[in-house]
């Protein structure tokens, strides 16, 4: 009798591995508590290691500036700050000399300064003698000043010059119709970090709580507002701990950390607002939790580890200039936004799954309820249906708005405001300065020569010094009093330059010292060497540095923009209508800049002095982070459409359903992004307030015009040619019966009884999701 095969076990349905970021998100959400727990516990100790990390590096500038410091630094000794107190009338309407008033106030100053017991040493007054007051009276004979230095090292400097100013304090009282004013190295760099230090404070203040008002009214509910700042929040206080660690390695200044705090604030909340919009869209759809959380996973998350990505790679371009205040800027940023990223696609899943449904508890009455169903905005919808139909003209209308701000961005001057220029002059010591700079030109910020090398200290450079003395006496362009001091082995020579500090003429001295006054007075010094640093060389030369590198990293940042488009939608000529869209919104936002700050129109209601200027390092900043976080909003928007097109939409109606479809999380984060860096433009210093305005105003015309009527309008007159070839149908039983073994195994996994149940069929939309992985929408 045959022996009969035992009968053949049923197959078992495939399980599809899902892709990173939903098993991210699976193992996060099974165990939230371990994954919260672990996020504050690198925040806490991020936090504390770049406590103990001390100072950092020093930044250093370009070029032959860079060069100096670096020898100044070489010599690993004290430092010392060179201060001037300046004596005048207070309406300037008396002279120095022979005036009872004046001479006795700049006495009592100079005698108060020497009998300060070590604060303060090499203290010189107008009234020494013949020589000292022709050099320390001002050309027009109605100012007196009196120098002096305050001993480092820098600890022990602070706690002298607050001796110091407490007597200069007690004499300006004693002779209340004298100005009696102090400005100097020490007093501006204290008055700088002061203010740096209390913008960087108010801002963080006032973000969280506008970030949040924002959010409650996105999402109708405190709680789900709430995620989103707590999480964006904690990845900035993680990305400063580091920066401070990193930093003792690469320079990061203050500006970097202002810089974290914008971008982390304003790209936490961003990327965790696409995560928690897309799951409370499934779960308004239908979906049960645990479902929700997947779906989301494997789109939103998807498209913010995408979107992370680009801009950490744009930032790196910054790598190219070899300027450390950029490598600071494109560590700080970087950190910031790998960590937004790390927290988004675990830590808010993990929150998500804690709290389930009642991530929508505290709800505000009237608020959110149509925002949180799934669904297309009204008013975007008929816009973009409007621009199908017309694209010719309002793409045109569009376009010609655009240029129109642009077109002064072609009158760009890029310059650096010194000390004295960045900062309001309510700061008693900017005002110091601006009255020292009016009466002694370069006094505030004067060229320093650094000198090397054998002899550096005896008789061959002191003979050099007497020649460069005279040359300065002679020459309008430099200054006097031409000062010395020794630093370890090497001599510093302090050169007063005309001018401002930042402006043609102060260039022009630089020049005539560089190439004139040093090269003569050095003739015949032997083996000695020298090299020119302070404010105006360190701006010359920062321009000249970044003038031959900006093509480099404007190449490599357009490169990885198109890599990533045409990788990620196989559109080559969507790719390259993005980028050229891209680069005129950003053309857009430096021509607001250059009518706000340059031609001085917001000077009023920001409360600044123009210096007729930009930033010098703000266009290129601007540039490459704009296009990392632009990538942002366009992969959201393209992936939507492609979505419909491959669903089997027209070209045109995947236009108008997919900008329709995510307009309403589009606007939500644009708006986010403005309100964070608008409040930039309420600080203090002018560079903040010109990155402010410049990053506000191109997130507004980018979520607006661009992405609203310029995109579609392009989209439209490219029609089918946009997307190339249309692939086959995919196979609809499969993808349902793949959809729903991933969903039982997902549900028998859940120890959340809300997950298990009947699986969700597969929908059209999800059907479509299962595009090539980059497309994949949030």
């Given at each position: 009798?045959?022996?009969?095969?035992?009968?053949?076990?049923?197959?078992?349905?495939?399980?599809?591995?899902?892709?990173?970021?939903?098993?991210?998100?699976?193992?996060?959400?099974?165990?939230?508590?371990?994954?919260?727990?672990?996020?504050?516990?690198?925040?806490?100790?991020?936090?504390?290691?770049?406590g103990?990390?001390?100072?950092?590096?020093?930044?250093?500038?370009?070029?032959?500036?860079?060069?100096?410091?670096?020898?100044?630094?070489?010599?690993?000794?004290?430092e010392s700050?060179?201060?001037?107190?300046?004596?005048?009338?207070?309406?300037?309407?008396?002279?120095f000399?022979?005036?009872?008033?004046?001479?006795?106030?700049?006495?009592?100053?100079?005698?108060?300064?020497?009998?300060?017991?070590?604060?303060?040493?090499d203290?010189a007054?107008?009234?020494?003698?013949?020589?000292?007051?022709?050099?320390?009276?001002?050309?027009?004979?109605?100012?007196?000043?009196?120098?002096?230095?305050?001993?480092?090292?820098?600890?022990?400097?602070?706690?002298?010059?607050?001796?110091?100013?407490?007597?200069?304090?007690?004499?300006?009282?004693?002779?209340?119709?004298?100005?009696?004013?102090?400005?100097?190295?020490?007093?501006?760099?204290?008055?700088?970090?002061?203010?740096?230090?209390?913008?960087?404070?108010?801002?963080?203040?006032?973000?969280?709580?506008?970030?949040?008002?924002?959010?409650?009214l996105?999402?109708?509910?405190?709680?789900?507002?709430?995620?989103?700042?707590?999480?964006?929040?904690?990845a900035?206080?993680a990305?400063?701990?580091?920066?401070?660690?990193?930093?003792?390695?690469?320079?990061?200044?203050?500006?970097?950390?202002?810089?974290?705090?914008?971008?982390?604030?304003a790209?936490?909340?961003?990327?965790?607002?696409?995560?928690l919009?897309?799951?409370?869209?499934?779960?308004?759809?239908?979906?049960?939790p645990?479902?929700?959380?997947?779906?989301?996973?494997?789109?939103?998350?998807?498209?913010?580890?995408?979107?992370g990505?680009?801009?950490?790679?744009?930032?790196?371009?910054?790598?190219?200039?070899?300027?450390?205040?950029?490598?600071?800027?494109?560590?700080?940023?970087?950190?910031v936004?790998?960590?937004?990223?790390?927290?988004?696609?675990?830590?808010?899943?993990?929150?998500?799954?804690?709290?389930?449904?009642?991530?929508?508890?505290?709800?505000?009455?009237?608020?959110?309820?149509?925002?949180?169903?799934?669904?297309?905005?009204?008013?975007?919808?008929?816009?973009?249906?409007?621009?199908?139909?017309?694209?010719?003209?309002?793409?045109?209308?569009?376009?010609l708005?655009?240029?129109?701000?642009?077109?002064?961005?072609?009158?760009?001057?890029l310059?650096?405001?010194?000390?004295?220029d960045?900062?309001?002059?309510?700061?008693?010591?900017?005002?110091?300065?601006?009255?020292?700079?009016?009466?002694?030109?370069?006094?505030?910020?004067?060229?320093?020569?650094?000198?090397?090398?054998?002899?550096?200290?005896?008789?061959?450079?002191?003979?050099?010094?007497?020649?460069?003395?005279?040359?300065?006496?002679?020459?309008?362009?430099?200054?006097?009093?031409?000062?010395t001091?020794?630093?370890?082995?090497?001599?510093?020579?302090?050169?007063?330059?005309?001018g401002?500090?930042?402006?043609?003429t102060?260039?022009e001295?630089?020049?005539?010292?560089?190439?004139?006054?040093?090269?003569?007075?050095?003739?015949?010094?032997?083996?000695?060497?020298?090299?020119?640093?302070?404010?105006?060389?360190?701006?010359?030369?920062?321009?000249?540095?970044?003038?031959?590198?900006?093509?480099?990293?404007?190449?490599?940042?357009?490169?990885?923009?198109?890599?990533?488009?045409?990788?990620?939608?196989?559109?080559?000529?969507?790719?390259v209508?993005?980028?050229?869209?891209?680069?005129?919104?950003?053309?857009?936002?430096?021509?607001?800049?250059?009518?706000?700050?340059?031609?001085?129109?917001?000077?009023?209601?920001?409360?600044?002095?123009?210096?007729?200027?930009v930033?010098?390092?703000?266009?290129?900043?601007?540039?490459?982070?704009?296009?990392?976080?632009?990538?942002?909003?366009?992969?959201?928007?393209?992936?939507?459409?492609?979505?419909?097109?491959?669903?089997?939409?027209?070209?045109?109606?995947?236009?108008?359903?997919?900008?329709?479809?995510?307009?309403?999380?589009?606007?939500?984060?644009?708006?986010?992004?403005?309100?964070?860096?608008a409040?930039?433009?309420?600080?203090?210093g002018?560079?903040?307030?010109?990155?402010?305005?410049?990053?506000a105003a191109?997130?507004?015309i980018?979520?607006?015009?661009?992405?609203?009527?310029?995109?579609?309008?392009?989209?439209?007159?490219?029609?089918?040619?946009?997307?190339?070839?249309?692939?086959?149908?995919?196979?609809?039983?499969?993808?349902?019966?793949?959809?729903?073994?991933?969903?039982?195994?997902?549900?028998?996994?859940?120890?959340?009884?809300?997950?298990?149940?009947?699986?969700a069929?597969?929908?059209?939309?999800?059907?479509?999701?299962?595009?090539p992985?980059?497309?994949?929408?949030a």
């Open positions: 009798m045959p022996t009969l095969a035992p009968p053949t076990p049923p197959r078992r349905a495939r399980q599809r591995r899902g892709p990173l970021t939903e098993r991210l998100a699976g193992w996060s959400a099974r165990n939230a508590k371990k994954t919260i727990g672990g996020w504050l516990l690198l925040v806490v100790l991020a936090v504390l290691a770049g103990a990390a001390g100072s950092g590096a020093k930044t250093s500038d370009a070029g032959e500036s860079g060069r100096a410091q670096q020898v100044l630094r070489e010599q690993r000794t004290d700050y060179r201060e001037n107190v300046l004596v005048e009338a207070v309406d300037r309407d008396e002279r000399t022979g005036s009872r008033g004046l001479e006795a106030a700049a006495k009592d100053v100079a005698a108060a300064l020497r009998g300060a017991k070590g604060a303060a040493t203290v007054s107008p009234l020494d003698g013949a020589a000292a007051a022709k050099e320390l009276v001002s050309k027009d004979g109605r100012s007196g000043l009196v120098t002096f230095t305050v001993p480092g090292p820098a600890a022990e400097a602070d706690a002298r010059l607050a001796e110091v100013t407490a007597e200069v304090e007690r004499v300006k009282k004693a002779h209340p119709d004298v100005r009696v004013a102090m400005a100097g190295d020490l007093s501006l760099t204290k008055a700088v970090n002061k203010a740096a230090d209390e913008d960087l404070a108010r801002a963080e203040t006032l973000s969280l709580p506008v970030t949040l008002v924002i959010l409650v996105v999402f109708g509910a405190l709680v789900a507002a709430t995620v989103p700042v707590l999480l964006a929040a904690t900035t206080l990305a400063l701990g580091l920066l401070g660690l990193v930093g003792t390695v690469i320079p990061a200044n203050s500006t970097v950390s202002s810089v974290v705090l914008l971008i982390g604030m790209v936490g909340v961003d990327y965790s607002l696409f995560y919009r897309r799951e409370r869209e499934e779960r308004a759809a239908g979906k049960l645990r479902e929700a959380l997947r779906i989301s996973a494997r789109t939103s998350g998807h498209a913010v580890v995408v979107s990505i680009t801009v950490m790679l744009s930032m790196a371009g910054l790598f190219l200039t070899g300027v450390d205040v950029f490598n600071g800027m494109a560590v700080g940023t970087i950190l936004v790998g960590l937004a990223v790390l927290g988004s696609v675990t830590v808010l899943p993990a929150s998500l799954a804690l709290l389930g449904r009642r991530v929508d508890a505290l709800r505000v009455p009237f608020l959110g309820r149509s925002r949180t169903a799934a669904g297309s905005s009204r008013a975007w919808t008929a816009t973009a249906r409007a621009v199908v139909r017309r694209p010719l003209v309002l793409g045109g209308i569009a376009l708005a655009l240029a129109a701000l642009a077109v002064p961005a072609l009158n760009m001057k310059s650096q405001p010194g000390q004295i960045s900062l309001p002059r309510s700061i008693a010591a900017v005002d110091a300065g601006v009255r020292l700079q009016e009466a002694f030109p370069g006094g505030p910020a004067p060229a320093q020569v650094v000198v090397w090398g054998e002899g550096a200290t005896g008789a061959g450079a002191e003979k050099a010094v007497r020649a460069l003395r005279a040359e300065a006496a002679r020459s309008d362009l430099l200054g006097e009093p031409v000062t001091q020794r630093v370890g082995d090497v001599l510093s020579v302090k050169v007063p330059l005309a401002s500090g930042t402006d043609e102060s260039t001295a630089l020049k005539a010292l560089r190439e004139k006054a040093l090269p003569a007075a050095f003739a015949g010094a032997g083996s000695l060497h020298y090299a020119v640093t302070g404010q105006t060389a360190g701006l010359h030369d920062f321009a000249e540095v970044l003038d031959g590198r900006t093509p480099w990293v404007i190449g490599f940042v357009l490169a990885l923009a198109l890599v990533i488009l045409v990788a990620a939608f196989r559109a080559p000529l969507v790719a209508v993005s980028v050229l869209l891209n680069l005129l919104s950003i053309g857009a936002a430096y021509g607001v800049v250059v009518l706000g700050f340059q031609n001085g129109g917001l000077a009023g209601p920001l409360g600044f002095d123009s210096f007729g200027g930033v010098n390092w703000l266009p290129l900043f601007m540039f490459v982070i704009l296009f990392g976080l632009s990538m942002d909003y366009h992969v959201f928007i393209l992936s939507r459409i492609r979505e419909r097109w491959l669903r089997g939409d027209s070209a045109q109606q995947a236009v108008v359903d997919g900008v329709g479809s995510s307009a309403g999380v589009i606007t939500s984060a644009a708006v986010v992004m403005i309100a964070v860096f409040l930039f433009a309420t600080l203090s002018i560079d903040y307030k010109m990155l402010g305005v410049g990053m191109a997130i507004a980018d979520a607006t015009l661009v992405r609203g009527v310029l995109f579609p309008a392009a989209l439209a007159l490219l029609g089918e040619r946009a997307w190339g070839r249309r692939p086959a149908p995919a196979d609809d039983t499969a993808t349902g019966t793949e959809t729903e073994t991933a969903t039982a195994t997902d549900a028998a996994a859940s120890d959340d009884p809300e997950a298990t149940g009947t699986p069929t597969t929908t059209p939309t999800e059907a479509a999701e299962r595009t992985a980059l497309t994949r929408n």
